[in-house]
């Protein structure tokens, strides 16, 4: 079984920043890529942004040039650092591991963390 922990979410005002965590842990093989999703109140759960196993990283339009996600190998975590926090932005923030090759069945699976808040409010 594979685990997702996140943290790091919390209140911040508007220009301010968090930074989100995505610890994997568990076994498996390798990870095709990270997803951090969100999902605001009484909207559908929204893909914010990716990052491959090799490295290359996408964001939704709303969020470029704002959020930066990265990865460390050695720790299996990923981040997603939030700067210039608007109140749009408000939302649970969920951390996806797609195309997990699970051991010892190198079976393919997606997983999800249990999401942690972000509010950002004055």
């Known amino acids: 079984q594979v685990r997702l922990e996140e943290s790091g979410g919390g209140l911040v005002q508007p220009g301010g920043s968090l930074r989100l965590s995505c610890a994997a842990s568990g076994g498996f093989f390798s990870i095709e890529a990270i997803n951090w999703y969100r999902q605001a109140p009484g909207k559908q759960r929204a893909l914010v942004a990716t990052i491959t196993n090799s490295g290359d990283t996408t964001y939704v339009d709303s969020v470029k040039g704002r959020f930066a996600i990265s990865r460390d190998y050695a720790k299996n975590t990923v981040y997603l650092q939030m700067n210039d926090l608007e109140l749009e932005d408000t939302a649970v923030y969920y951390c996806?591991?797609?195309?997990?090759?699970?051991?010892?069945?190198?079976?393919?699976?997606?997983?999800w963390g249990q999401g942690t808040q972000v509010t950002v409010s004055s």
């Open positions: 996806n591991a797609a195309g997990v090759v699970v051991l010892p069945t190198f079976r393919r699976s997606d997983f």
